[in-house]
């Protein structure tokens, strides 16, 4: 992946306590860094994997599947 290429993939739902996005790991805060502040992005992607880890072993489903909508049967 292109180090500039933002790790977003348009889930944008976000954790209530860590404030961490499902999709990506991102905050809301990071997201607007990573276009303003060009320098903060490798500091931003590197926390990533271990946030979606962490957001995983809390049971949260995360990555493309996070913004797919449950369906009632």
């Not at 404030?19 to 303003?36: D, I, N, V």
């Amino acid at each position: 992946m292109d180090p500039d290429q933002r790790p977003c993939i348009k889930v944008c739902r976000f954790d209530d306590v860590s404030g961490w996005c499902l999709g990506c790991g991102m905050t809301k805060p990071e997201r607007k860094a990573w276009k303003q502040v060009p320098a903060y992005r490798p500091v931003i992607r590197d926390s990533l994997p271990a946030r979606m880890a962490a957001l995983a072993a809390e049971g949260h489903v995360t990555g493309p599947a996070a913004g797919k909508k449950k369906h009632k049967g």
